[in-house]
């Protein structure tokens, strides 16, 4: 029935579409030359996700793409995920096309090319639309923008999962015009708070700030008390002290955590995971080496466990310099880790993997799986 209720679009446009984003989507190429054949279902797929770019560079192929999204109406209903890239101004039909999306996407992602973008530089009209248009939001992403303010998030009253990307937000600063808005377009209350089911912020800096300003100020739009999943960095004892307080606003709820842990921290300071009753998918990404003091502070984490608790499956990934000496020792301890949560506890699946980084390429060295 979903099928038959799919918008007939003209092959015409359908050309237009994919010689326009064939080139970022190589698997939608091939659909060029037969797609006046497509059923209502891949049609439907096809327009899933839309990118928005207005960096000078595309701006060209980019206006050509939103005259198509503007003359045909009909495929707005079609676009579930939006990726906006832009600097501080956008083209009259950026700005024409983000009205026509409001309440549509139900996933956002607002990024700058250079992971420089300022909120408050964006003209007025680019955050009045970017605001409207994100009422229908459940999944938000910030890549690269450096003051957003959190309060906007009210604007999100549906928002479920939270990416926080080389981005710095505002949890103590609040624009009057644009808070007379949000209520507008949401009718929510200040006090209103979003219960976030999932939240990454896997880099240090806009991790701490974020947790800070989320955590910190009691008028906060966000709840983290039902978070289900997180993932953040441990770089030094303040970002493991903000995240165990994650940890712990969670406690009855978290099921999946990811752990970035740095070389050259103070690791005599502990993350305590044993209140974390629903815990059942542990990672950690440990940076170093084998002999990084933060392999054996992930290890003693993963060694604090209770057995009785819920965990069934924890990768362990080692990246750095490999060392011979003591590597034995290394990988015996942690599959003694491991195997004992296997026999004792309701672990299904422990995989460690050892890596060496050689610029962008990540080879695989050393692994070993319990299950």
């Known amino acids: 029935m979903a099928a038959m209720n799919a918008p007939e679009l003209p092959p015409e446009l359908m050309d237009t579409i994919l010689d326009h984003v064939g080139a970022d989507r190589p698997t939608l190429v091939a659909c060029n030359s037969v797609s006046t054949t497509f059923h209502a279902a891949a049609r439907r797929k096809l327009f ?13 192929r980019n206006e050509k793409l939103l005259q198509v999204l503007l003359s045909n109406p009909q495929i707005v209903e079609l676009i579930q995920h ?9 083209t009259r039909s950026a700005i024409d096309a983000l009205h026509m999306l409001k309440g549509v996407p139900r996933a956002l992602t607002i990024a700058h090319p250079s992971y420089a973008l300022q909120w408050r530089k964006l003209d007025g009209d680019v955050r009045t639309a970017i605001m409207t248009l994100m009422q229908s939001v459940e999944h938000f992403t910030l890549n690269g923008v450096t003051d957003f303010p959190l309060e906007l998030l009210r604007c999100c009253p549906r928002l479920r999962i939270l990416e926080v990307l080389q ?7 609040e624009d009057i015009m644009e808070s007379a808005l949000i209520s507008r377009i949401t009718g929510s209350p200040k006090g209103f708070a979003i219960q976030l089911e999932s939240l990454r912020v896997p880099h240090p800096g806009p991790c701490r700030q974020f947790i800070v300003h989320a955590l910190n100020n009691p ?21 493991i002290a903000h995240s165990q307080r994650v940890l712990d606003t969670a406690a009855g709820s978290l099921q999946h955590l990811e752990t970035h842990v740095l070389p050259g921290f103070d690791t005599s300071a502990h993350l305590d995971l044993t209140k974390l009753a ?3 998918h542990l990672r950690f990404f440990v940076f170093g080496g084998l002999r990084s003091p933060s392999l054996k502070w992930a290890c003693d984490v993963l060694a604090s466990l209770p057995f009785a608790n819920s965990l069934e499956e924890v990768h362990l990934l080692v990246a750095g310099s490999f060392a ?27 995989v460690h ?18 299950g």
Not at 355 to 368: A, M, T, W
């Open 48 to 60: 899933q996700a839309i990118t928005i770019d207005t960096s000078m560079h595309r701006e060209a």
């Open 167 to 173: 981005s710095y937000p505002l949890g103590d600063q």
């Open 278 to 280: 629903q815990l059942t």
């Open 82 to 90: 939006l990726s906006l890239i832009t600097s501080s101004q956008m």
């Open 324 to 350: 011979t000496v003591g590597n034995e020792a290394t990988w015996q301890a942690v599959d003694r880790v491991l195997g004992d949560r296997g026999k004792h506890g309701r672990l299904r699946k422990g």
């Open 219 to 239: 008028k906060s739009v966000l709840s983290l008390s039902l978070l289900r999943s997180f993932e953040s960095t441990i770089d030094d004892r303040d970002s």
């Open 353 to 370: 993997r050892h890596s060496r980084l050689l610029g962008q390429d990540l080879g695989q060295i050393s692994e070993g799986e319990h």
